[in-house]
């Protein structure tokens, strides 16, 4: 069993920037691959950037490649996600999820957290 939570969204202006975290419980997250997604109101559920359980392999969706970055400590079973040069269409909420393989596809993953909001103001 993994619980995720994350943090750290909230309200910033465009082009500012913002990290989340998701700490993760159980004994097993070193040996996860995480993922992170995001839903806009109205839109269906996104695939954002995802890391191999090492943290050797990492994947971004081509809307945020070169803004966002994805990494890992698994000594403090937490994973987080870099947001630099946001724009008002990042606007969403956020979900870190837990699978056994680093994948674009929610399916893929088998826990997930409640999700953090990210507010980018034009």
């Known amino acids: 069993q993994v619980q995720l939570v994350e943090s750290g969204g909230g309200l910033v202006p465009a082009g500012g920037s913002l990290r989340l975290s998701c700490a993760a419980s159980?004994?097993?997250?070193?040996?996860?691959?995480m993922g992170w997604f995001r839903q806009a109101p109205g839109k269906e559920r996104e695939f954002v950037s995802a890391i191999s359980w090492s943290g050797g392999s990492t994947y971004y969706a081509d809307s945020v490649k070169g803004r966002f970055t994805i990494s890992r400590d698994n000594a403090k079973n937490t994973v987080y996600l870099q947001m630099n040069s946001l724009k008002p269409e990042d606007t969403a909420v956020y979900y870190c999820?837990?699978?056994?393989?680093?994948?674009?596809?929610?399916?893929?993953?088998?826990?997930w957290g409640q999700g953090t909001q990210v507010t980018v103001s034009s």
């Open positions: 999820a837990a699978g056994y393989s680093a994948s674009v596809s929610g399916g893929s993953y088998n826990y």
């Open positions: 159980g004994r097993t997250f070193s040996s996860r691959a």
